[in-house]
């Protein structure tokens, strides 16, 4: 068993598409101002590709297993979100989306864990493990001592193994009107 990481590519959108929705949900239409899930995929798609939003290659990991792509991970740092989330913006008011409002996930001193995701035909090989690992070394590479990521306040296992990697509840968090906790590591 052979697990990689690597920086996404253009060319992996739609690979990496299906498993951002699997991981962020509804919160994928809000972010395409898309209703029907075909047309949401096709627009995180195309923001994949670009290089100006949360949701660019730029900002994906993949992690492989054995040559297949087994999942990934969306990381940016907090302090390029108010651009990164100010274009995602524009966008989608170009596009007429109802809403074009993109809420602010992190704090500007964080490098933030936007979205995990694991295909379900990998999970429980410790691939996502791996991806929170890398995670840490690219925050000391990039110089940060805060990761933080939020999680839905009733996903109980979730909240259970990123407290068992080392992240601690610090404030409560809302995103498109659902409360979340935000969660730190000191790195």
């Known amino acids: 068993m052979d697990i990689t990481i690597r920086q996404a590519q253009p060319t992996d959108a739609e690979q990496a598409a299906p498993l951002i929705i699997d991981a962020i949900g509804d919160i994928a239409k809000r972010m395409t101002g898309e209703t029907e899930w075909d047309k949401v995929e096709q627009e995180l798609c195309v923001l994949f590709k670009r290089e100006d939003n949360r949701h660019s290659h730029l ?23 108010p651009e990164l989330d100010q274009n995602l913006s524009e966008w989608l008011a170009k596009k007429g989306a109802t809403n074009s409002e993109v809420e602010a996930e992190s704090l500007a001193d964080e490098l933030y864990i936007d979205t995990v995701c694991i295909d379900p035909a990998f999970r429980g090989k410790g691939i996502g493990t791996e991806l929170f690992e890398y995670a840490e070394e690219v925050a000391k590479q990039k110089y940060s001592t805060k990761l933080s990521l ?29 409360p979340f906790h935000h969660m730190v590591k000191i790195v």
């Open 150 to 178: 939020n999680v839905e306040t009733q996903k109980e296992p979730a909240i259970r193994l990123y407290k068992r990697l080392g992240y601690e509840i610090v404030s409560p968090w809302t995103i498109i009107g659902e």
């Open 59 to 81: 900002y994906t990991y993949i992690a492989e297993l054995d040559g297949k792509v087994a999942g990934i991970m969306v990381l940016y740092a907090g302090a390029d979100a």
